[in-house]
């Protein structure tokens, strides 16, 4: 059961001292750290696989390079379903499934290419697309979870006359200053 919290414990104590529940979209962060972390070890792993040689560590780098390149596919492949979905857990906005498909190809093709051609190239490149992937998806959850709550407020508020001249008092651009007065 150990090996459950070096995966699951940064993400769902987040989540869970933010929101004071564990649902879906704990779980959905846990699968994300999950999926990510497989082909990040592995492309790195690979490069160093010498070295784990040496030490006597049988990694599967070492013992089963085809192995070794095929999960890292695998899991980046898992993360395409995995983001589409998300939005359906209420953590971000619908449009978080099309930018997240964008980056997520290129996370799988990097991943097919250390699958086809498993060298330390395309280990290194798989290994250090790996590094700014995550930062990238937080960063379009967090974009779609502001874009999400700012259209559930302004749809609350759909034809509230006060609402919207609230909102254009100081800083309108003038269409919308003409708007706001009309």
């Given at each position: 059961?150990?090996?459950?919290?070096?995966?699951?414990?940064?993400?769902?104590?987040?989540?869970?001292?933010?929101?004071?529940?564990?649902?879906?979209?704990?779980?959905?962060?846990?699968?994300?750290?999950?999926?990510?972390?497989?082909?990040?070890?592995?492309?790195?792993?690979?490069?160093?696989?010498?070295?784990?040689?040496?030490?006597?560590?049988?990694?599967?780098?070492v013992t089963d390079i085809p192995?070794?390149?095929?999960?890292?596919?695998?899991?980046?492949?898992?993360?395409?379903?995995?983001?589409?979905?998300?939005?359906?857990?209420?953590?971000?906005?619908?449009?978080?499934?099309?930018?997240?498909?964008?980056?997520?190809?290129?996370?799988?093709?990097?991943?097919?290419?250390?699958?086809?051609?498993?060298?330390?190239?395309?280990?290194?490149?798989?290994?250090?697309?790996?590094?700014?992937?995550?930062?990238?998806?937080?960063?379009?959850?967090?974009?779609?979870?502001?874009?999400?709550?700012?259209?559930?407020?302004?749809?609350?508020?759909?034809?509230?006359?006060?609402?919207?001249?609230?909102?254009?008092?100081?800083?309108?651009?003038?269409?919308?200053?003409?708007?706001?007065?009309?």
């Open positions: 059961m150990g090996w459950i919290y070096s995966w699951c414990d940064p993400p769902a104590m987040g989540w869970a001292a933010a929101s004071g529940t564990l649902d879906s979209g704990a779980l959905a962060l846990c699968a994300l750290i999950y999926f990510w972390q497989f082909p990040h070890f592995n492309s790195l792993s690979f490069n160093v696989r010498a070295d784990y040689c040496r030490a006597g560590y049988h990694m599967m780098s192995l070794n390149s095929r999960v890292s596919l695998r899991n980046t492949a898992a993360l395409i379903p995995l983001c589409i979905a998300i939005p359906f857990t209420g953590i971000s906005h619908c449009s978080f499934s099309f930018y997240s498909v964008i980056i997520n190809a290129y996370f799988t093709y990097l991943a097919w290419n250390f699958y086809k051609t498993p060298n330390k190239q395309t280990a290194r490149e798989l290994f250090r697309f790996s590094l700014v992937y995550l930062p990238i998806l937080f960063g379009f959850l967090a974009i779609g979870y502001a874009f999400k709550e700012r259209t559930a407020t302004d749809e609350k508020h759909h034809g509230d006359k006060q609402y919207i001249k609230d909102l254009c008092v100081g800083g309108c651009y003038l269409p919308l200053a003409i708007n706001c007065v009309l």
